[in-house]
């Protein structure tokens, strides 16, 4: 044991906790708890528990709105991408909403977008439509059908879209018996969500002006 001479107390930081460090703090110890298999509050319906697992990786997985988000995840390595996007390609994103969707960069950008708002499962709902429209075989047509629905469509299903009773109960019905407009209007309904709602914020976003800016700052 030192003399009481020798010993100095811990210096104590300065200052409030950060807020994020005590939200990522809460995040890491739910998940801990869960992983270790502690038990829930009784009572607790299956629902709830994967509505706050999905809040708890949603707290650890914070997306900042940035051009970084968008040059992550870019179908070519970033710097060879950027020198294929020119300024007036980003540009015409900016004319419609079907504009931007056609475009392979555009649709990464607008992805990247849609993760920082935790909204992506009505562009991957889209694509996924896109894809099946695609489909030749009778054989794969039904499994592909059920697979939307029940990841997509159906009530609680793991990323399930924001449409109307009576548009999912029309696409129920649909599924039943697929063709390849089963899912026409849910993905209309979805589409003119995005359209309305999620395409006018990405124009405003930190994501789309960066870029911009980088095409812009390579020709000068």
């Known amino acids: 044991m030192l003399p009481a001479s020798l010993w100095h107390p811990p210096p104590v930081r300065g200052g409030p906790p950060s807020p994020r460090g005590d939200r990522l703090g ?3 110890q739910s998940l801990s708890d869960h992983a270790v298999g502690t038990d829930p509050p009784a009572g607790r319906t299956g629902q709830r528990q994967n509505r706050g ?14 051009y970084n988000d968008f040059t992550a995840i870019l179908p070519d390595k970033p710097n060879r991408a950027l020198k294929r996007l020119s300024t007036e390609e980003a540009t015409r994103w900016a004319d419609s909403f079907d504009v931007l969707l056609s475009h392979k960069y555009g ?23 896109e894809d ?34 009576q548009t999912r ?3 129920r019905r ?31 976003s930190k994501i789309y002006t960066d870029l911009l800016s980088q095409t812009q700052r390579r020709l000068s």
Not at 181 to 193: I, M, R, T
Request: glycine share 2%; aromatic share 12%.
């Open 26 to 28: 809460l995040c890491c």
């Open 174 to 204: 649909n599924v039943q018996e697929p063709s390849l407009s089963c899912f026409d209007q849910a993905q209309g309904k979805v589409h003119s969500l995005m359209e309305k709602d999620s395409y006018p914020r990405f124009l405003r």
């Open 132 to 165: 099946f429209k695609k489909t030749r075989s009778a054989a794969k047509l039904a499994t592909k059908a059920q697979r939307i629905f029940e990841e997509f469509i159906d009530v609680q299903a793991p990323r399930e879209v924001n449409i109307d009773f």
């Open 107 to 129: 649709l990464a950008a607008f992805r990247a977008f849609l993760k920082t708002e935790f909204s992506e499962e009505n562009l991957e709902f889209w694509l996924a439509c």
């Open 169 to 171: 109960e029309l696409t």
């Open 53 to 66: 697992m999905r809040t708890r990786l949603g707290c650890l997985s914070h997306k900042s709105d940035s």
